[in-house]
């Protein structure tokens, strides 16, 4: 029972343009949500948030967009860049501070130059 | 500040050895997390411990895996007798306090190989 879904597994762009990564949830007690930037052979790198009471948050080139009645939460990097390149994972929690997270299987970027 | 240190970054056992996977926690933090990350999957949560004990084990296969974070010292995801189907990435992530485990820092993990 996948709870927290990402349906592309991968994704290419050029270099400039926006990159929008989705995620699904089916578990209406999640009430926060992160994105996780992993490079291969490394650890996960927190990147953004967002709790259930916002709509969207916005970091920099990255914004995360939240759909509660939908179950649905978007990430856009604009612009794009090669850097950005890697996998990155949906997770959630069922309460901020919760201890578990519940990963998305990601969704690979690649920008291209 | 080293971040979470990990070892070893590569193991490979046979089927029926040990596992011993060892994290250390960024410096001042004393809450860790282990997940697994399963070839083509995201990662599984596994256990959450706080020096000395065990908090949240809910995740942690029912036999062959344990895990321990002892006073002094790393914490430790044992496997016993491991299996083929073990081989994966297991990430470890520490965090300051309780209730901040959705802002835990990860380590590079260490990716075991079961021969």
């Known amino acids: 029972d996948q709870q927290v879904k990402q349906n592309s597994p991968s994704l290419s762009v050029q270099e400039g343009r926006i990159s929008i990564l989705n995620c699904d949830y089916t578990?209406?007690?999640?009430?926060?949500f992160l994105w996780y930037k992993k490079y291969p052979a490394e650890g996960p790198t927190f990147l953004i948030s967002?709790?259930?009471?916002?709509d969207k948050n916005e970091d920099g080139r990255f914004t995360v967009f939240l759909n509660k009645s939908a179950k649905h939460l978007s990430l856009h990097i604009v612009p794009s860049q090669p850097g950005d390149s890697a996998v990155y994972f949906c997770?959630?929690?069922?309460?901020?501070?919760?201890?578990?997270?519940?990963f998305g299987k990601g969704t690979k970027l690649t920008v291209n130059p | 500040n080293a971040g979470v240190m990990q070892n070893p970054r590569h193991l490979v056992r046979r089927r029926g050895q040990e596992a011993r996977l060892r994290c250390s926690p960024m410096k001042g933090h004393s809450h860790v997390y282990w997940y697994r990350q399963l070839p083509e999957e995201g990662l599984k949560f596994m256990v959450y411990l706080q020096k000395e004990n065990i908090i949240d084990e809910s995740g942690m296969p029912k036999e062959r895996f344990s895990a321990e974070f002892p006073k002094e010292g790393p914490s430790i995801l044992r496997i016993q007798q491991v299996v083929r189907g073990d081989s994966a990435a297991y990430f470890c992530?520490?965090?300051?306090?309780?209730?901040?485990?959705?802002?835990?820092?990860f380590g590079q993990g260490t990716r075991l190989t079961v021969v």
């Open positions: 967002i709790s259930s009471i916002k």
């Open positions: 997770a959630a929690s069922a309460q901020r501070g919760s201890e578990k997270l519940v």
């Open positions: 992530a520490s965090s300051p306090r309780l209730g901040t485990g959705t802002e835990a820092f």
């Open positions: 578990n209406s007690m999640f009430d926060y």
